[in-house]
């Protein structure tokens, strides 16, 4: 009943921080120094995709979704080259 009583307000819950676009902090959040195989690249984008998609995100947050996404997908695609490049 206190919920409906006047000149009682609750409070929004406060909204989450923005997930970091920084680079290093997305390669670690990617874990892509411990791939070895295109397979496991793969993997890795398929997952952050999952999460991070600008399409699967709030509206409010698609802009650093895909700052988020573009950085992701610049960092596996060098570290998959130069995978290959080791073989």
Known sequence: MA???PGIET???P???LPPADPAAIAAELK?????????FDRIR???????????VAPDRRE???ARMQIAN???DRA???AAAKR
């Open 32 to 40: 892509i120094a411990y791939a070895r195989w295109p397979k496991d």
């Open 46 to 56: 398929r997952e952050f995709a999952r999460d991070n998609h600008p399409d699967k």
């Open 15 to 17: 909204e989450e921080p």
């Open 11 to 13: 409070p929004d819950p």
């Open 3 to 5: 919920e409906n009583a």
């Open 64 to 66: 650093r979704a895909l």
């Open 80 to 82: 998959k080259r130069n």
């Open 74 to 76: 610049m960092l596996i």
